[in-house]
Each structure stands twice: as structure tokens, then as C-alpha cells.
């Protein structure tokens, strides 16, 4: 595959020079399966290098931050990156918002986003940034470490530039009391909430002061004076904390630090250097410390286990994902950096114990995060992006019945019905579009793909669309026109999305649809550790109809599509990525589900299916409507007697949901236990998903 990488325009800037460095190491490693070719304007001059894009002489487009986004077309005067027609690469260093408004003006169908945090996904979506995104951490160059350790002339070494004091950034001061109230809340949040996001901190300040959200995009520019003002404040106090532990200090910055360290005896201080030159002062430092780890995790975590020292490093839940504190690294809580100072100058002074740390940091650097293993990473994605790209109804044809969609009426859904074959187009719904999937066959695909497709194809066009299997009726015992119906009532009631659960039973039997998983896939457990380690799910929290779902049969509208994407594409890179270091799990995720209709189907749509009820559990934000559930469903499923049981565990089900106590769920509890203990489960497992054998050819479900 042909690559090209365009970078900035200016390169004596140190940012422009560690770009430079960076992005030469990953064409390095990309380089040993795909053609590089470099698009250098201070080489070729920026008209020939803004050439060379519009061309479009290559596979994939990789930029760094937001190089090129500030480039119009001489003939249109447009965004330049916006009239590509190949898949384009942004890999962000920092939270999106620092350079929002030029992302935004390059929106297009082709781009993509590498984040240096998962988190980063759903401010971009909100946000309105177009396009799929992964995480990306910062690599690093191993480095031969000779010497002795003990010997290394620094205690700790801290690069980092004098940016200016934080309250440069501080323009709520100015404002009135109000006003004032609502950013200074935004910076405390963003200070308290787990991973440090400003946008996170934002929308809670909001909801408080009662803030109207219509127009968020307007409060671009505070958030991102605001997350400086952050950053700068994580930075000094790191330092100010470390120079008052009287260890003897290497500050790469510059002496304008002084102004925040009134006693700096302690304190070697070098003027900013680029980023290829810091390994140098890394290896003369038994350890390194660095901050704004919550933005995922810096280059200079990786740089200095890639020289033998010890990473001093805030404790972000990344840095926790794939290091063991005490272990391979130092971490602390952030703007806490004192607190582990004590046990840093214990470290520093227990020879034998220091040197091991380092070399076990060194170790896992080593094993996982070298600019190879990102590029690796980065290689998977970029053939899946390409070969999505590349589909073409040719190929990969849309179903001829598809282009009924145009005829639909303003605002109503499009509900398409999947089949394979004949007999199973005789069960599609005259009230649904039809949806030929016999292209998708691979055991680990399944509806999820058809839903990509869809949306990357915009086959439903601007309207709200969901895609149900060709068993929809049988296994909800609704008409497939009842739920477009419903679906489409509250489409207009300003929802983003409507569902129907198939398995009622199953809902009113277990706590979440992660419980039912574990229960009947071995390996699940395995997976929802993971998954829960990551912050996709929460495996222990109670569900009820308003969020329990099974089958993926849900309509949505165009956001709610685009978020719930990016949600499960981050998840499903995730679990990957830590397949490649953890053997069971990634045992338990490429290996057969053991799913007895068909023992081919790996467990990646059984986690799907159920990552669609984590995801709108924990997306208070958007408007989500659950199909009703009554006693009489529950009766018509599984009979008067045992559909009398399940309704009377459903209900009290949601008694402790609606009314949290010891005591409603303790009788919740023990109701569903006697209910397994008589046995009754498999006949609701059978019950609730019957066999294809069962399905009638005259079946017919009234309403």
C-alpha cells in the first residue's frame, strides 16, 4: 500500500522538530509492509507539496496534529483536506479540542482520527467532528543502556518547556460573577473527574448552571483556554514538588522556571532541546518523571524506560491499563506528586531495588511499546480502513431493495430486514426494506458489518434506520410495522434511539446482559474483565428494560448511529490491542463462542450485541426509548404459569431499580434463585430464542 506522510510547513519550532522525529519513526516501522513516501514542503516547497496532496498519488493520507489543516485549494479557496478522496489520518498528540475549529473544517467522509485516549472519541463525536478513530499511544526508540545505574549523576530528569504561568490562560477572571462561577466549576471538575477531560467537566459544570447546550461548539475556545489552564497547572506542580524533595534535579526547560522555584540550589537547569536529543539526558538520570499523562500517555513514559530509567508518571487509568505501579513505573495522583516523593527517595536509596524497577520498566517497554509495536497497531487499522474504503457495491453489493429508501416519507425510519436465501426472504417483512446479506458470511462479522456498511454506504440516507434479522417477529412476537411505528412516534418526541429486548425472559432471570453472557459462553467472564478494566462496561451493574437488550434490533437516528459506531470500533481495537499480551484473552476472544446453532461464530457478535446495553446504560446524554413490557407479553412468550413467574421477577426486577434498598434487591434476588433452582432456565432459554426449526412458512403475527 502506497502511504504518504505530510508534514508541517515549519520545522525549527521544537513541536515541529519532535514531529518531524516521531512521524519518521513510525514510517520506519510501517515501511516493512507498505510504500512511504514523504511530503516535505520545506523540501519540495509547499506549492509543489500541496500538489502532491491534491494528486492524491497514494493508498492513505497520514498527518500529524493539525498539519495541513490550515491549506485551501488555489482554485476553490476550500479546506484542502476536505476535497481528498482517500482515507486521510490525523494522529492527535493532544485532546482534540486544543485544535478543534481546524478539525472541523476538514470534515469529510475520509477522514480518521488516531487519539492519544479512548476517551477523546466522544467529545469529537459530540462535538461534531466527522470520521472513526482509534488510540494511539506514543512509542518509543530503544536505547542501548550501558553503565552503571547507580552512577548516573541525576537522581530525576524532567523535560518540560516553560510554557508560561496557568493563569495566562485564565480568561473567566475578567468576566462577571456568574460567568466566573461556571468556568472556575469546569476547572475544578475537570481536576476531580477520573481521566482529567475538560469536556466531561464541561457538559456537568452546564447541567448545573443550567447552561444551554444547543450551541456547544461556542465554548470551544474556552475549553480549550481551559485545558491548558490545566495542563500548565499539572506541570508546575510536578516540578515545584519534585525540586522541594532536595533530590538533585536535571530541568530541561530553560531558566524561566525560576519564577515558580524560589529555593532551585538543587537544580541543573538546560535549555529546551528537540526530541531526538533528550535520550541523551535521560541516560545521565536514574529516573524521569513527567505529567498530562491523563491526555493518555506522553512521550517522555516511553522515552525514559527506553533508556534503563525509572517513569515517574501520573496514575492515569491508560498508565494503570499497562503498567503495575511499584512494579515497572511510579505513579501518583495527580497535582499530588509530593505524595510519592517519600517513597522515591526510599527507591533512590535502596540501590538493588531501584535498578530492578527500572529493568523491569524497561522489560515491558521493551514487549509492547516500541514505535514497531505502533506501527504494527497502526498497520491492522489501516487495512481495515482501506479495505472498507475500498468495498464498492460491486463488490460488496447493496441489496437492489435498498433504493426503496428514497421513497420513504420525510422523518419516517427505515427498518431494513436481513436474509440469506430464499427461505429466509419469505419471512421479511413487507413493511421493512430488505436486506440481501449473503456477501457477510464470516463467523466473526455478522450484523455489524451490515451496519457499517450501511452507514459508510449511506444507503438510508438522511433518514433514522435500523437493521433487524430475518426472525424479528418470531422472537419479539411484535409485527416488524408495530415497531417502525413506535420507533418512528418516538424519533419524533426527540429520542436518538428506539429498542425492542426479543428476551424478556432472560431480563427478568439476570442482572445484566453481561451476568446472562457469562452464564452461557464460556470465555465471557474473561472478556467482561477486560472489557471493565478498559471502562467499556460495568459488569456488575443492574439493568433493566430501559437498557437490558439482546439482538441488536434498534432504530436510530444519523448521531446516534455515528456515536454508538465509534463506541463499539474503540472497544473492539481495545480488546485487541490487549489480546496481543494476554494469551486468555485473547484465547477467549478469537475462539469459538461455542454457540450450539453454529459452532464457526467467534464470540466478537455476542459481545457486540451486548456492548449496545453498556453503551446507552452510560450515555445519559442521549435520549434512548425501550418497547414496552407487560404481564401479558410475558404470557404469551412463555405460557400462563411460567410467564406469570418471569413478569413477577421482572417486576420486582425493577422495583430495585427504581427503588434502590438492601431489601428489594435481597427480594429480588431470592426469587430469580428459586426460579433456577427449579429448573426453570433452560426452557426460558429455549423459550426466548426459538430454533429456525420452529419458524412456520405461514407464520403470521397479528398486532
Not at 519513526?25 to 511530503?39: A, V
Not at 446516534?560 to 486468555?584: G, K, M, S
Not at 464470540?603 to 442521549?622: G, H, K, N, T, Y
Request: net charge neutral; hydrophobic share 40%; aromatic share 10%.
Amino acid at each position: 500500500m502506497k502511504i504518504a506522510f505530510f508534514l508541517d510547513e515549519v520545522s525549527q519550532a521544537i513541536d515541529n522538530a519532535m514531529q518531524w522525529n516521531v512521524m519518521s519513526q513510525l514510517c520506519q516501522g510501517l515501511s516493512k509492509d507498505h510504500q512511504i513516501t514523504m511530503l516535505d514542503p520545506l523540501k519540495m516547497g509547499i506549492q509543489a507539496s500541496q500538489q502532491a496532496l491534491l494528486e492524491q498519488d497514494y493508498d492513505l493520507l497520514l498527518t500529524y496534529n493539525k498539519t495541513g489543516t490550515n491549506l485551501s485549494d488555489p482554485a476553490t479557496g476550500r479546506n484542502l483536506m476536505s476535497l481528498l478522496e482517500k482515507p486521510q489520518i490525523s494522529w492527535l498528540t493532544e485532546h482534540p479540542v486544543t485544535f478543534y475549529d481546524q478539525y472541523r473544517q476538514t470534515n469529510s467522509a475520509y477522514r480518521h482520527y488516531l487519539y492519544p485516549s479512548e476517551h477523546h472519541a466522544f467529545f469529537a463525536g459530540q462535538m461534531g467532528m466527522q470520521g472513526t478513530n482509534r488510540a494511539l499511544l506514543f512509542g518509543a526508540t530503544p536505547q542501548k543502556v550501558t553503565g552503571d545505574f547507580g552512577k548516573r549523576p541525576y537522581d530525576i530528569c524532567i523535560a518540560a518547556q516553560w510554557r508560561g504561568p496557568a493563569d495566562a490562560n485564565a480568561f473567566w477572571l475578567k468576566m462577571n460573577a456568574q460567568q466566573k462561577r461556571f468556568f472556575e466549576d469546569i476547572n475544578v471538575l475537570q481536576h476531580l473527574e477520573d481521566r482529567g477531560d475538560v469536556y466531561t467537566a464541561f457538559l456537568a459544570a452546564a447541567e448545573h448552571h443550567r447552561v444551554p447546550l444547543q450551541r456547544k461548539t461556542d465554548f470551544a475556545p474556552a475549553m480549550k483556554a481551559l485545558y491548558w489552564h490545566a495542563r500548565k497547572t499539572e506541570r508546575i506542580k510536578m516540578v515545584q514538588d519534585l525540586v522541594a524533595s532536595g533530590l538533585k534535579i536535571l530541568l530541561i526547560g530553560g531558566e524561566d522556571w525560576k519564577q515558580v522555584l524560589p529555593d532551585h540550589s538543587n537544580v541543573h537547569f538546560v535549555s529546551t532541546c528537540k526530541h531526538e536529543e533528550l535520550a541523551g539526558y535521560y541516560l545521565q538520570s536514574r529516573a524521569v518523571a513527567s505529567t498530562n499523562c491523563f491526555n493518555g500517555a506522553n512521550e517522555r513514559t516511553f522515552d525514559a524506560m527506553s533508556c534503563g530509567s525509572i517513569s515517574i508518571a501520573e496514575n492515569s487509568p491508560t498508565l494503570l491499563q499497562h503498567f503495575n505501579d511499584s512494579q515497572d513505573i511510579v505513579l501518583y495522583p495527580r497535582l499530588k506528586a509530593a505524595e510519592v516523593v517519600p517513597r522515591i527517595i526510599d527507591l533512590l536509596n535502596d540501590p538493588q531495588a531501584s535498578e530492578q524497577l527500572a529493568q523491569r520498566g524497561h522489560e515491558a517497554f521493551s514487549n509492547a511499546h516500541t514505535w514497531d509495536h505502533r506501527a504494527a497497531a497502526l498497520s491492522s487499522w489501516i487495512q481495515q480502513l482501506t479495505q472498507t474504503t475500498r468495498s464498492h457495491p460491486q463488490e460488496t453489493p447493496a441489496p437492489k431493495e435498498a433504493a426503496v429508501v428514497l421513497s420513504k416519507p420525510s422523518g419516517e425510519p427505515v427498518l431494513f430486514q436481513a436474509y440469506v436465501g430464499p427461505a429466509q426472504k419469505k419471512s421479511i417483512s413487507t413493511a421493512c426494506t430488505p436486506f440481501d446479506a449473503s456477501y457477510n458470511q464470516a463467523p466473526h462479522e455478522r450484523e455489524y458489518r451490515l451496519f457499517k456498511d450501511i452507514l459508510t454506504q449511506n444507503i438510508a440516507g438522511q433518514c433514522a434506520w435500523g437493521l433487524v434479522s430475518w426472525k424479528f417477529s418470531h422472537k419479539t412476537l411484535v409485527p416488524a410495522e408495530h415497531f417502525i411505528k413506535f420507533g418512528h412516534q418516538k424519533l419524533q418526541q426527540g429520542y436518538d434511539c428506539a429498542f425492542i429486548n426479543p428476551m424478556i425472559g432472560n431480563e427478568a432471570l439476570f442482572i445484566n446482559v453481561w451476568e446472562q453472557g457469562m452464564a452461557v459462553h464460556p470465555g465471557m467472564s474473561v472478556i467482561a474483565r477486560q472489557l471493565e478494566k478498559q471502562g467499556a462496561i460495568q459488569v456488575k451493574q443492574i439493568s433493566g428494560h430501559k437498557s437490558f437488550a439482546f439482538c441488536n434490533y434498534f432504530i436510530g437516528t444519523q448521531k446516534f448511529w455515528n456515536e454508538y459506531v465509534r463506541f463499539v470500533d474503540q472497544v473492539l481495537h481495545d480488546l485487541d490491542t490487549a489480546c496481543t499480551t494476554d494469551a486468555e484473552l485473547a484465547k477467549a476472544w478469537q475462539g469459538s463462542a461455542r454457540y450450539k446453532r453454529d459452532h464457526s461464530i467467534t464470540m466478537q457478535p455476542f459481545v457486540i450485541e451486548r456492548l449496545f446495553s453498556s453503551f446507552i446504560a452510560a450515555r445519559p446524554d442521549l435520549r434512548i426509548a425501550s418497547h414496552p413490557v407487560s404481564k401479558s407479553d410475558y404470557v404469551r412468550k412463555f405460557g400462563h404459569h411460567l410467564g406469570n413467574v418471569l413478569a413477577t421477577s421482572h417486576e420486582l426486577k425493577q422495583t430495585a431499580i427504581d427503588e434502590p434498598s438492601v431489601l428489594n434487591r435481597k427480594r429480588w434476588d431470592e426469587y430469580r434463585s428459586a426460579i433456577v433452582e427449579q429448573g426453570l432456565v433452560k426452557a426460558v432459554f429455549k423459550m426466548d430464542d426459538p430454533s429456525n426449526q420452529m419458524i412456520a412458512a405461514d407464520t403470521c403475527l397479528q398486532a
